[in-house]
């Protein structure tokens, strides 16, 4: 069955479509690509807001996420906090600045889901939703209970 080399493939070329649309919010606003994907993820993942979550689930560098980060907080569009519980735990948190070039991701999320989903019923939709939920699943059991992706 050669199903797993054609998700993979599409897998890619879903991230490739992504990245391309997501160029205009980058020269929009004078962004590296990192910087674009870090400001996304600090957005749409409140709870997961430390340069190791970015590393993690964005599988980006750790050195990359670093300077971008240092240079993203010399440009104001993030603030760090150290933990109260724990100094070495630095949570960050995006600055209102930060508020136009979000909204403008969003609109590309939204122009990237209709143009991913176009002529997809809303009983499709659901469908998917439900098989990447099952996929999802079964990538965290194969982890022994590690929270792998998304949870």
């Known amino acids: 069955m050669v199903i797993s080399n054609e998700f993979l493939i599409n897998y ?4 490739r479509l992504y990245e391309d649309m ?3 919010v980058q ?3 004078d962004l590296t690509k990192i910087e674009a994907d870090i400001i996304s993820f ?6 997961r807001n430390t340069a190791r979550d970015i590393v993690e689930f964005r599988l980006l560098q750790k050195g990359n996420v ?3 980060l240092d240079l993203m907080v010399r440009k104001k ?3 760090k906090k150290p933990s109260e519980k724990d100094k070495r735990i630095i949570s960050l948190f995006l600055t209102k600045e930060t508020l136009d070039i979000t909204e403008d991701i969003e609109n590309v999320n939204l122009e990237f889901q209709k143009l991913i989903f ?3 019923t809303d009983d499709d939709i659901k469908l998917y939703a439900l098989f990447n ?3 999802l699943s079964n990538i965290n059991h194969n982890f022994e209970g590690d929270d792998f992706v998304g949870k």
Request: net charge positive; glycine share 0%.
């Open 12 to 15: 890619r070329q879903i991230i």
């Open 22 to 24: 997501l160029k205009s």
């Open 118 to 120: 176009k002529d997809f």
């Open 77 to 79: 569009l993030v603030r």
């Open 133 to 135: 939920k099952n996929i």
């Open 27 to 29: 020269l929009k606003y």
């Open 42 to 47: 600090l957005h749409n993942n409140p709870k």
């Open 66 to 68: 670093s300077h971008a």
